[in-house]
Nanobody, 121 residues
Framework: QVQLVESGGGSVQAGGSLRLSCAAS????????MAWFRQAPEKEREVVAS?????YYADSVQGRFTISQDNAKNTLYLQMNSLKPEDTGMYYC?????????????????WGQGTQVTVSS
């Protein structure tokens, strides 16, 4: 059974940085898509960044966030710099190996439990 475990969330002031990690276990195949989503209170879950056939960033994080993966460690990362209060939310790691999956919508079959990011002004 696949497990995704996020870590690295926390509370920071605006302008600060955080690095999220997502450790995947229970599989030996390569994922077709891996992504970070976030969800703020009373808002829909939205993609922040994804890695599939290409790398994608939401406009709101372009130039500030970097998604990367270490295949040897089965770990996905999200480096977040120049954080803003509007980046606050629960951040989720997702992964799927479906051939026709859209990497940028929340229809993944595997999700982590989430890690909270709070940015104060």
């Amino acid at each position: 059974q696949v497990q995704l475990v996020e870590s690295g969330g926390g509370s920071v002031q605006a302008g600060g940085s955080l690095r999220l990690s997502c450790a995947a276990s229970g599989h030996t195949y390569s994922w077709m898509c891996m992504a970070w989503f976030r969800q703020a209170p009373e808002k829909e879950r939205e993609v922040v960044a994804s890695i599939g056939r290409s790398t994608y960033y939401a406009d709101s994080v372009q130039g500030r966030f970097t998604i990367s993966q270490d295949n040897a460690k089965n770990t996905l990362y999200l480096q977040m710099n120049s954080l803003k209060p509007e980046d606050t939310g629960m951040y989720y790691c997702a992964a799927d190996n479906g051939r026709n999956i859209n990497c940028n919508i929340p229809n993944y079959r595997n999700w982590g439990q989430g890690t909270q990011v709070t940015v104060s002004s």
